[in-house]
């Protein structure tokens, strides 16, 4: 089919090649032999006057013009996917839809476990498949590769809708046979120890600590580095390193861990907003709406429970509290 001279054809492989960056990858992706993909790349090039992609062994690598035009071929086919080949209404009782969602191992553990019980009473049929955060979260989000993202909200971008589920704070956690965090921690104490740290992505993106140390131009003594919240404790046992994590996660881990969790010695223990994000495209879409609903739902009931700052103590001491 043709409009104003172009095969709409051609934007499924080009949309296909922007996403695999190589030619046979694309084909198939799209059920399509490599001679004809290849025959799609040349009337590409002749409709749009451009090379769209260069070669650099085999992979393909978009022309800026390539770019440009990615996120509204993308979001043109989506919209297609969305308002017409998948326009049933979505009932959660009949539903077999798999929602693919972007979060970490502290978001499964103290949040996200309800939300399979819940679905697993509600819709039967529904499953979720989890991944970890990345650095190429908003482009799996253009892609619409992805359904949800759920991560603090000062790592969320203006390109997509979002909405708030919760707050936490940040406290510092080390081995309950800790010599060193039986007194208060301080500033100088918390620098000088060694350091289990969480990195988010493939390149060094350590935790939310990490830009308020960088802004005053001190540098810690990390000992190890881990890919998530919960394998922070372990890296802890029975030795004098430390960690900062969440303080929901940290109550969580002390009820199967030997933790002893104490206040952080930086400016109101780093407050942050745990939060949704949706492509734009999804924005109207009655699947993730249903799932969108039950997350801020159950958001709101461990949303009462609010952590004050002056009360981050350890769990064995009585001054440590949650308030209604």
Excluded at 52 to 65: K, N, Q, S, V, Y
Excluded at 295 to 307: F, H, M, N, T
Aim: charged share 25%; proline share 6%.
């Amino acid at each position: 089919m043709r409009f104003k001279g172009l095969d709409l054809n051609l934007l499924v492989a080009l949309d296909a090649l922007m996403t695999e960056r190589n030619l046979t990858a694309a084909a198939r992706s799209i059920n399509l032999s490599q001679s004809a993909m290849s025959a799609a790349v040349g009337r590409l090039r002749t409709y749009f006057r451009d090379d769209l992609f260069t070669m650099a062994g085999r992979e393909f690598i978009p022309t800026p013009r390539a770019e440009r035009l990615a996120p509204a071929v993308r979001e043109t086919l989506m919209h297609v996917q969305l308002s017409i080949i998948s326009s049933k209404p979505f009932d959660p009782v009949q539903s077999d839809r798999r929602f693919r969602i972007i979060l970490s191992d502290y978001v499964t553990l103290v949040f996200f476990e309800r939300i399979v019980e819940r679905a697993a009473r509600e819709a039967p049929g529904v499953s979720f498949e989890f991944r970890p955060p990345s650095d190429d979260n908003e482009d799996l989000l253009r892609r619409g590769e992805v359904d949800l993202l759920i991560l603090p909200e000062i790592f969320m971008s203006d390109a997509h809708p979002r909405t708030k589920l919760f707050e936490d704070v940040h406290v510092c956690v080390g081995c309950r046979s800790n010599k060193r965090l039986l007194r208060p921690l301080t500033f100088e104490r918390y620098m000088s120890m060694g350091h289990v740290v969480v990195q988010f992505g493939d390149t060094l993106r350590l935790g939310l600590e990490e830009p308020y140390l960088v802004g005053l131009a001190r540098k810690r003594r990390i000992d190890v580095v881990v890919h998530g919240y919960s394998m922070i404790p372990p890296m802890l046992l029975d030795t004098e390193r430390i960690g900062t994590m969440p303080l929901r996660l940290a109550q969580h881990l002390t009820k199967t861990i030997p933790l002893h969790i104490t206040e952080l010695p930086l400016p109101q223990s780093l407050p942050f907003t745990e939060a949704i994000q949706w492509p734009a495209v999804n924005n109207n879409d009655a699947g993730s709406l249903w799932l969108r609903e039950m997350l801020v739902q159950e958001a709101s009931r461990i949303g009462s429970q609010l952590v004050t700052y002056d009360t981050l103590i350890d769990r064995t001491s009585p001054k440590m509290s949650l308030v209604e």
